[in-house]
């Protein structure tokens, strides 16, 4: 199949869809990003890359860093995680409080803010300096060293993140964070302000094709077992409240950011990186989600 | 790979766990069946067959049901029918009525009981006989016209079943229902008590194997994208609340149902039917979930 | 203090009000009614009565049945009865489930639906005809032989209470109804039918001022315990999810139905029935809270 | 009526009841007050007091600060407050989230915590030094210019309150905090740690028996309107979930704090302090309930 060709279809066809979406307001510098961008590469288990648009930019991966802090905390500790976080699909918004009160503290899934933070406490009580430890984790996974984060956007968030507060205070007063909410949202702050762009995630989530393999860094990232486990978690609880409108129109394991991007996973064949800041009412990019389903309609290649 | 050697180790390895499920007790004639049963068959795309144990045995198909009247349901209508159940998972048990009231009798979809409920009214306003329609369509798609319901577990659900009525009174109040309560509930007591065997259920699933087309009938019993649909809400609803535990153990879309039985299916290569009476915490067979992880576990062969 | 004079100010000043409300329109016999009617009748503990309006008029008294059934219910059981229902306000709609499925079938007081079809079950199973029985109680207690149901209403809600027969079956799936649903329906139905005027309902009231003693029957209808008890639930269960802004406006105990009656009680001192058909948005008659709360305001008399 | 008589009779009687209770375990500095601690005074609209036990035993008034905050925030807004806050009952736990969730962050009532964090937010908003308002407001209606709040305990909620901290941010996220979270906690934390004993309480809640008249200041506290409506919310929503059982068992209005304090009202009648440290399961002083129903069954005496 000619990727690049389906890309660059899919490239023209996408373009409608770039004002129909609404950049993130909630963290404020995050709305200051043109809804015009758009930006898909696929990467193919041989290593082939297609590319479309502005996939050289760098935008906010916010959520996506979720997948990497879990993929970065199962190194530490597997069993025992579980314990603290489910892996189930939540049905309701990513920032929603009711769940955890009536589950007692332990959040549905990693991929939920709460669930992502108990990760984070995680790393922050096995690392001596957590922030480092993802940003060097993200670099070595990318292949890219220059990968940073983006103060403004961390800034912002630390500032007007009350929602967040709420939710590392509340995961506290069930006694499922270790260390203090503060340092712990700390961390988290900063992890979603990171900046990647599309070539970057593509790189970063190669292991996720490969049974837990990265060719760049010639290692494992995660077993064999852990990688299965983690595409089925993208694919249960990727993306929010409509992890099933995403299973369904596009068919593949997949975690999206506020920020606009998503990375979409098919086990043994290809990755895919898509950016567009327009989000739909999910707080997934609308145009992403629309650009990957063309895919797998064009293609016909989804794990159903 | 030699199938039919897997099946015979899981046979094996399976009977330690017969004992620890729990046979459903809320259906009186349910709670009859031994735990001791076990079935299991696999068909691949070609139409090979392996099989272990008590697989001409007929069981109570219960919820799988729910996949067969959706199935019939999307020839009568598509797009309205969406309009009217969601596609995303609940995060609640099967029967629950909360997420009912907060979203206004939209049940969340098809394959909780509301959901299944709404359904099955659609089947009802579509055809003059809708048992008859319905038993008839199994008997179609499984190859075997032999195929009944259970005039005992029918009449059981029937005396028993005030969960059911409750949830039909409450979606009529919603003017969910078209048709009254009472004759939806007729006809959904009647689906949930057909008999089957694993054969005829392997049988009647091989449309989602081969993208909508039936080897069986040499039709195709649904389109290639209402296949591809079918299958991700297998994945995403099909097994109750414990989705994201059986997409993470197992890595199949799957449907369960209250007698033990489950289908599961990887696109384009098996389905595999299986079925043991006692169930684990979420209703799932437990002896069935156990036995599909480790065939997956074995093979390597799931959609993750 | 003049009661009359009162009585006919308020009149005068409560005509603008008429218009405000809205008839309930749900069950399709009550929306009916003119909204122009009003009525307010006040008896003192000595047996004087001030009346204005349309006093004669009969009126369906709908949930203020509730209070009726329970101080029936009372005389059969009254520390079991407490096991079966709560005593304290719900927070929620009167025909909410979402409490009953998160507190296991146990409605949280008797006012709501789902609690008075408990009280209902509770005389069903100790009377041989119910029905009779409670019209006979009110006959009794309101010293009014002639007192009847509405057949029009009776068979309006029999055939499309959809909600309270959900709810009904709700319970029985918790097994909190000893009777079948449809036997306990069918009692309901026709206690909420039954049609009082003011004068009547004034009368049938006099022992929640006479802590439990009735001038009519020249007997206790209730222990002084249990009507103080009455009159605690009437003030923070009796008017569906607005008991706060009742007691804050108005400062009485008191019990409304969605027939648009309201009875209010200021124990050792006198009652207050009140009709006006047009509701507010918490089901409330609207004139008639407005109307107690005048009165409350003019006269300085209230529980607080 | 011997009230002295009657008070000394129920010292004797609830000794039995004082190790029933559980000292509140969730704020640290509170659990090492003793069990044994049992005080009730009683003053009547004619500031004659009778008083038994510890009545110069100081301990923290916890939630009861809630009805003084919202007298004093009353002075400062009334209409606008209750756009805020609500006033209906919440038939959740006093730190529940969920209602805050479904309802936009409304607080259910000012005496729920996020109400009162809500009410004492808008002191912040109102004068300079919100501490010093609050502590000058209590020694002025008490009386006593040695009320002090007790450093310890205000440390140790600052410390460990990471519930408070949750909710106070989560009302901010709804923008229903005008101030920084921290500042409106920090003064939270200090109004709750206010230590004081019986008669101070019982002094500084004369103006709710006197219709908001205060016999010490000889002042006007609250209008008459609003008296009567904080007696009514007294009522309705002054012992967390358990006002259903308060009124039916005591039938005063009342509120209670997890220090053991609790303060009820006869309005034009009298006032009562009670404390005792021990709770029972809904946070409210068991000895202290008891005490207040066998006071109100001895005299007769409550609102119904």
Chains 1, 2, 3, 4 share one sequence.
Not at 133 to 141: F, M, Q, V, W
Not at 269 to 277: E, L
Request: proline content about 4%; some cysteine.
């Amino acid at each position: 199949m000619d990727y690049q060709l389906i890309l660059e279809e899919i490239y023209e066809e996408i373009k409608p869809y770039l004002a129909l979406g609404k950049v993130a307001d909630y963290i404020p510098e995050l709305k200051k990003v043109s809804p015009d961008n758009f930006a898909m590469v696929l990467q193919t288990a041989d290593g082939e890359i297609s590319k479309v648009g502005d996939f050289n930019t760098k935008f906010s991966i916010q959520s996506i860093s979720k997948l990497f802090t879990l993929t970065l905390a199962l190194q530490f500790e597997d069993k025992r995680l579980w314990q603290r976080v489910g892996r189930e699909p939540s049905g309701n918004p990513f920032n929603s409080l009711v769940q955890l009160e009536y589950e007692k503290g332990i959040p549905r899934n990693p991929f939920i803010n709460a669930g992502a933070l108990v990760i984070t406490d995680i790393i922050l009580s096995r690392v001596g300096d957590a922030k480092k430890a993802i940003i060097d984790y993200l670099r070595l996974l990318s292949g890219n060293s220059s990968i940073k984060h983006d103060p403004k956007v961390y800034a912002s968030e630390k500032k007007t993140g009350y929602l967040n507060k709420s939710i590392a205070n509340y995961l506290k007063s069930f006694n499922n964070l270790d260390n203090q909410p503060s340092g712990v949202l700390d961390v988290y702050f900063y992890q979603c302000s990171i900046s990647m762009n599309c070539i970057d995630l593509s790189n970063a989530c190669s292991y996720l094709v490969h049974s837990g393999y990265s060719p760049l860094t010639k290692e494992a990232v995660s077993t064999t077992r852990q990688t299965k486990y983690l595409n089925s978690l993208l694919l249960t609880c990727g993306t929010y409240d409509a992890v099933g409108d995403f299973a369904y129109r596009v068919g593949l394991p997949g975690k999206s950011g506020v920020g606009g991007g998503i990375i979409a996973v098919l086990p043994g064949q290809f990755n895919i990186a898509v950016w567009s800041p327009g989000l739909n009412d999910n707080g997934n990019s609308l145009a992403g989600v629309k650009a990957l389903e063309m895919f797998t309609t064009i293609t016909g290649k989804s794990i159903f």
